[in-house]
């Protein structure tokens, strides 16, 4: 059961433009909304998170939208880099249900120079 | 402060044998998820133990099974493998039921 839906499956941007990144979700229960970033062989690495009390949360080059209504968040990737070049993985959790995760199926993020 | 280590690396497995995998959950942590990421998909959740116990199981069979420690490290355990379960296994840890997970490298297992 895909409660968490992720697009675009793949992505590429160019130096210095804007990666946006989507992601819907079924569960309403959900009250923790994280972003991961994945290197080829390394394990997931959190980026940013948010909860529903917010609808917008900035780090840096990196922000998550949120909109509680229509069941969906973002992740927005400002002045995208080579570096970001990896797999981005959106992921919703409940509190009751401890710090069990639900991921997206990722999205391919490459950043040409 | 250690971060989330994991062992082996890599490991090849013929069907219907059986695995061992492990972790070592950083300083403090006492919650330990395993995943299961299949190539080119988002990591599945198969169960966490708190305290020793399991806390909460995904939609993975018996043959799945684990063990966490006293120290808190946790071992995966995998029985009659199928080819199904060649993945990346990865072992996450989190410091009480708190939300951020901390994930080792994972071990990539292939079934032959």
């Known amino acids: 059961q895909q409660q968490v839906k992720q697009s675009p499956q793949s992505l590429i941007v160019q130096k210095g433009g804007i990666s946006i990144i989507n992601c819907a979700y079924e569960?309403?229960?959900?009250?923790?909304f994280p972003w991961y970033q994945q290197f080829p062989g390394k394990g997931p690495a959190l980026l940013i998170a948010?909860?529903?009390?917010?609808s917008e949360k900035k780090e840096g080059r990196f922000t998550i939208s949120f909109n509680k209504s229509a069941k969906q968040f973002s992740l927005h990737i400002m002045d995208s880099q080579p570096g970001d070049s990896a797999t981005y993985f959106c992921?919703?959790?409940?509190?009751?249900?401890?710090?069990?995760?639900?991921f997206g199926e990722g999205t391919q993020l490459t950043v040409n120079p | 402060e250690t971060g989330v280590t994991q062992s082996p690396t890599h490991l090849i497995k013929t069907r219907g044998q059986q695995v061992t995998l492990r972790c070592s959950s950083q300083?403090?942590?006492?919650?330990v998820s395993w995943y299961q990421q299949a190539l080119g998909q988002g990591p599945q959740f198969i169960f966490q133990?708190?305290?020793?116990?399991?806390?909460g199981r995904g939609n993975f069979p018996p043959r799945f099974s684990g063990l966490q420690f006293p120290n808190y490290s946790s071992e995966l355990n995998v029985n009659a493998l199928e080819l199904d379960d060649s993945a990346l296994y990865l072992c996450?840890?989190?410091?009480?039921?708190?939300?951020?997970?901390?994930f080792g490298p994972g071990t990539r297992l292939t079934v032959l």
């Open positions: 996450a840890s989190t410091l009480g039921q708190g939300d951020e997970q901390f």
């Open positions: 569960n309403t229960a959900f009250d923790y």
């Open positions: 948010i909860r529903p009390d917010v």
């Open positions: 992921a919703a959790s409940e509190e009751t249900s401890g710090s069990r995760l639900t």
């Open positions: 300083s403090g942590h006492n919650t």
């Open positions: 133990y708190y305290r020793e116990e399991e806390n």
